[in-house]
């Protein structure tokens, strides 16, 4: 079953969170400062676009529990099992190409052969600008639209663009990783970007699970710079829990991990963004299993 955005946007109505914008407002900053205002609250819907006949939604899927309503599971784990399999209908244009069945707009157009012209600055997922690059020319032939189409709108380095790039990347870390430990949770984090940092959480059974499961996280995504990974009892999506556990369980000379000169990312700046060259870290802050875990439990008064 696919995501169809009309019936999310019903059933999101049902739970009271859509906020609509009936004053007039503008492309120009207006909608973004919207979107910045309420990240990661209600979906917006602007009735009235200065500039535009269109009406704009934002913020469908700014946080994670609308992934999980969106495909319908409990929980973020059934949603990486189910992401990969999921399907949409769809419909064929004029000239064969198959478009989803209930798009909003759809843009027809050719990319044009050797053809390149500059790009950007934009603002990108890490909230800073990006390099212009050379980027292939598209010539638009036609643009088809729904009557009362809804033209989604995204804020950039905003919530729901970092999930929307992030979150399918979440879960192809947890298939890789689940294949060699017992994993928990996963998350690419908000100061990571929602892109270049990810916590694991996993059930340790031997020494070196969590070096494993580092190891398997750059794999499953390139543009990872920093993994940690932390014992099930520490809360991933806590970053006071986060540090503790490096403050208690964490010890540099055995536990972290340093790759030269790898691939990365090329949103990130401080990374070598020509070459496409990072250095990445992985930081194993799980409890050791060589000394007893009492002395690494979390304090608690008695009841």
Request: proline share 4%; aromatic share 8%; net charge neutral.
């Amino acid at each position: 079953m696919g995501f169809y955005l009309r019936s999310f946007i019903n059933k999101l109505s049902s739970f009271n969170e859509i906020l609509h914008i009936k004053e007039v407002v503008s492309v120009k900053y207006e909608i973004a400062r919207f979107l910045r205002k309420f990240d990661e609250g209600p979906l917006l819907i602007f009735h009235k676009i200065k500039e535009s006949s269109f009406k704009v939604i934002g913020n469908i899927l700014s946080k994670r529990s609308r992934i999980t309503l969106a495909l319908d599971v409990k929980n973020l784990e059934e949603a990486y099992r189910k992401l990969p399999n999921n399907t949409l209908e769809v419909t064929s244009l004029e000239n064969g190409l198959e478009v989803p069945r209930d798009a909003e707009i759809v843009i027809l157009g050719r990319i044009v052969h050797n053809k390149k012209v500059k790009e950007g600055p934009f603002v990108d997922v890490t909230g800073t600008y990006d390099i212009v690059r050379d980027q292939p020319l598209v010539e638009v032939d036609k643009i088809y639209a729904r009557e009362d189409a809804l033209y989604h709108a995204l804020l950039p380095a905003g919530s729901e663009h970092r999930i929307l790039m992030g979150f399918f990347r979440e879960a192809l870390i947890w298939d890789y990783a689940s294949r060699i430990a017992k994993v928990k949770a996963v998350r690419l984090t908000k100061g990571g970007c929602g892109w270049l940092h990810c916590v694991i959480s996993i059930k340790k059974d031997t020494e070196g699970d969590a070096k494993n499961v580092i190891m398997a996280a750059f794999a499953a995504h390139p543009s990872l710079k920093l993994v940690i990974v932390v014992d099930d009892d520490i809360n991933i999506d806590d970053p006071y829990e986060i540090e503790w556990a490096i403050a208690t369980r964490f010890q540099a000379d055995r536990d972290l991990v340093i790759i030269k000169e790898a691939r990365g990312s090329s949103l990130d700046p401080s990374a070598d963004q020509v070459n496409l060259l990072t250095t990445k870290v992985g930081i194993d802050a799980t409890k050791t299993l060589r000394k007893p875990s009492i002395g690494f439990e979390k304090a608690k008064i008695p009841s």
